[in-house]
């Protein structure tokens, strides 16, 4: 088959406009829906006793709740007309989503870092996500209107120029494109950019395994076993934990060694061959529940600490990957999922840059799907609450930059996506305004969750609470 021309993709791209126009982007839809009953469907299936700790956090103000519902946004952009120039789509890309970390090479790189709902879909489901972020994070900080839409028009500005250099480049160099600290550095248009930049790579390096080994775990002269910190970190059949008897029958007796050899040996199937040679040097010392983030609570995540004969250590996570919410809503062309750990890990590969080299995939008991990654590996993410206007600015352009990037990789439809976007600033404030106005829906389903928590519809608890239940 022919190849098309890039005054074919270009056309194409320009095509979109007819049945999706750039202003058509302001449209939030008609949003008639019952947020808590989304949040209960998203909720099934959960560790029952952690479902109100994921509320507890998500109750913490308009963006923790924000971060916690993609189910509600993705339903809400499947109302509204799409593009149509669909892709490989993070599906979760808010501001949080974004961080550092290593590469096989060891080097420092900021990127997406959140594939859990990845997805085909509609590349602009990434911006809308990203840029409602943007709005509610910035009244969350108690910023001006102005500044809020200035953040969102300065990421999607960024997106539109970054998408039109990456429709200039050839296949190869898109797939080598990493976006470094030290480019971030040399890129800053502030002193205060550079010396911030500079600050996270400091802090990256220090957060390796063998710095959460010593405040993770204890050694009693032959073996190391990882302290519990309930809620957060409790041993399944242990006396901290939070598994209902029912729950705990999936590790069969009690034998979790046993549950964890026969995923072992699916994993290792997903892995190269290097890879499969390097895990050899590792044997497994505990394993424990970890809870994670704010929307994944209650979803199974698992801590593995391994050591190799010089007693370094390796923190292993295997985390439930349970249907993306972009796939229930949007119906794509591509080939039936077979596995959500696969789809996860395949999108992560896709979407980032470098991925991390432990990643793979496995089923685990009663059939749950799961993927395998490193715990911590000088990761990193940015404490925007302490931020000033200037560097919440640099990090919108900077996320803007990275989802161009990762889209343009993924894809390989740069020319269509630039194409349809122009040069203008249309595009942008069209999604200005989509923003502010999705920005005022979390805040009422915001107050809707609230009520339900308060009239105890559903039961929300918080860290503090849950911990206050154990004494270690």
């Avoid at 999706?20 to 998203?42: I, M, N, T, Y």
């Avoid at 994921?54 to 971060?67: D, I």
């Avoid at 990882?226 to 901290?240: E, K, M, S, T």
Wanted: glycine share 8%; charged share 25%; with cysteine.
């Amino acid at each position: 088959m022919k190849a098309s021309t890039i005054a074919e993709r270009e056309a194409r791209g320009r095509a979109a406009r007819e049945h999706s126009k750039r202003s058509s982007h302001r449209a939030v839809g008609e949003l008639e829906r019952d947020p808590v009953a989304l949040l209960r469907q998203s909720s099934e299936g959960r560790v029952e006793n952690l479902v109100p700790l994921r509320y507890g956090r998500m109750a913490a103000s308009p963006f923790t709740f924000f971060r916690g519902t993609a189910i509600l946004q993705a339903h809400d952009l499947s109302k509204i007309h799409s593009t149509g120039l669909t892709m490989p789509i993070c599906g979760d890309g808010h501001l949080m989503n974004f961080g550092g970390f290593a590469t096989p090479e060891r080097q420092l790189v900021f990127d997406l870092n959140d594939f859990d709902e990845v997805s085909i879909g509609p590349f602009e489901w990434d911006l809308k996500r990203l840029t409602a972020s943007l709005v509610v994070a910035a009244r969350h900080m108690r910023l001006s209107r102005g500044t809020a839409e200035s953040l969102v028009m300065t990421a999607v500005g960024e997106y539109r120029d970054r998408m039109a250099q990456y429709a200039q480049c050839g296949a190869l160099e898109l797939w080598y494109d990493r976006i470094t600290f030290d480019r971030m550095a040399e890129t800053a248009l502030t002193p205060e950019r550079r010396r911030t930049v500079r600050r996270g790579m400091e802090k990256a390096a220090s957060r390796t395994h063998e710095n959460l080994l010593e405040k993770m775990a204890v050694h009693d002269g032959d073996h190391w076993t990882i302290r519990d910190a309930p809620p957060a970190l409790f041993h399944v059949l242990g006396a901290n934990t939070l598994f209902t008897p029912e729950e705990t029958e999936a590790f069969q007796g009690g034998n979790w060694r046993k549950m964890l050899e026969r995923m072992w040996g699916e994993y290792l199937k997903t892995m190269s061959h290097d890879r499969r040679e390097l895990l050899d040097h590792f044997t497994v010392q505990d394993m424990v529940f970890k809870v994670v983030g704010v929307g994944s609570v209650g979803t199974r995540c698992m801590a593995i600490l391994l050591v190799d004969h010089m007693n370094k250590p390796l923190f292993l996570q295997i985390k439930e990957a349970r249907p993306s919410v972009i796939a229930q809503v949007y119906q794509s062309k591509s080939a039936a999922i077979k596995h959500e750990g696969e789809r996860v890990v395949q999108g992560q590969r896709m979407l980032q840059a470098a991925s991390d080299i432990f990643l793979g995939w496995a089923t685990g008991p009663l059939g749950r799907q799961f993927y395998f990654r490193q715990l911590r590996d000088m990761k990193l993410s940015a404490n925007i609450e302490l931020f000033d206007n200037d560097l919440l600015d640099g990090y919108a352009r900077l996320c803007g930059w990275i989802m161009a990037r990762a889209h343009a990789k993924a894809s390989g439809q740069a020319i269509e996506v630039s194409a349809y976007i122009g040069r203008g600033d249309q595009f942008a404030e069209s999604l200005t305004a989509y923003a502010t106005a999705y920005a005022d829906q979390v805040e009422r389903d915001y107050d809707v969750f609230l009520k339900a928590c308060r009239s105890g519809e559903l039961i929300a608890r918080t860290d503090e609470d849950m911990a206050a239940d154990f004494r270690i």
